[in-house]
């Protein structure tokens, strides 16, 4: 038998079925990691850790000891605001962001939010596609928002309505049955 012909070049492995869960302390690591792999001008540690003692929403995608992704936002009365949403480099673009982005506006429909509003480069069309498949809508762009390479870069805000269909009832529930 000729091994080296029939050796395949790779063989792909279905994702871990990662669940979405409050992101603790100790996975503040492997969260900076991801933040560091996935953009040009990450969050350091202490963003994450301030988040976490300001009461913001942290979450992370997790399955065993592996941490794919994750999500802050924040809740003031009736509007939620997404600050950072993230999938590890090797999980991007299997619907892990879609995934976390309808838990995010499940959970806050759920906690009273109205509306979603976020930051985005013009530049990051990945995110974009992401948004605009959640129907986001321009409101406004802010100038000289995020650093860049050269000089900063704009961000455009988006805004999003939820509506009862966003809400756990119509997007399968928030999964606590399951733990
Ligand atoms: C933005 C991000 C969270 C999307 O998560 P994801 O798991 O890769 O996205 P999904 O697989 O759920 O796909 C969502 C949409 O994005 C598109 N997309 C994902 N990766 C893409 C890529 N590399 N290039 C182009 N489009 C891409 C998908 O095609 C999909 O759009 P569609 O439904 O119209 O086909 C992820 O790319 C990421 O973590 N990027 C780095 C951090 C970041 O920029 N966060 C957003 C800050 S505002």
């Not at 999003?160 to 399951?178: C, F, I, K, S, V």
Request: with cysteine; glycine share 10%.
């Amino acid at each position: 038998m000729n091994l080296a012909s029939n050796t395949p070049k790779f063989y792909e492995l279905p994702p871990p079925p990662f669940k979405i869960f409050p992101a603790m302390q100790g996975d503040i690591p492997k969260i900076a990691r991801i933040e560091a792999e996935a953009y040009p001008f990450p969050w350091s540690p202490g963003n994450f850790t301030d988040s976490m003692a300001a009461g913001y929403q942290v979450w992370v995608l997790r399955s065993g000891g592996t941490v794919a992704g994750y999500a802050v936002w924040m809740h003031v009365l009736d509007e939620a605001h997404l600050l950072n949403i993230c999938v590890a480099p090797p999980y991007q673009n299997r619907g892990w962001g879609a995934r976390l982005l309808r838990f995010i506006m499940a959970l806050a429909w759920a906690g009273g939010a109205r509306a979603l509003f976020l930051e985005v480069r013009p530049s990051n069309g990945p995110a974009r596609a992401l948004y605009r498949r959640f129907r986001f809508r321009q409101i406004g762009v802010r100038k000289d928002y995020y650093p860049a390479a050269e000089g900063r870069e704009a961000a455009l805000v988006l805004y999003r309505e939820l509506e009862e269909t966003d809400g756990p009832d119509e997007a399968g529930g928030l999964g606590e049955e399951e733990e």
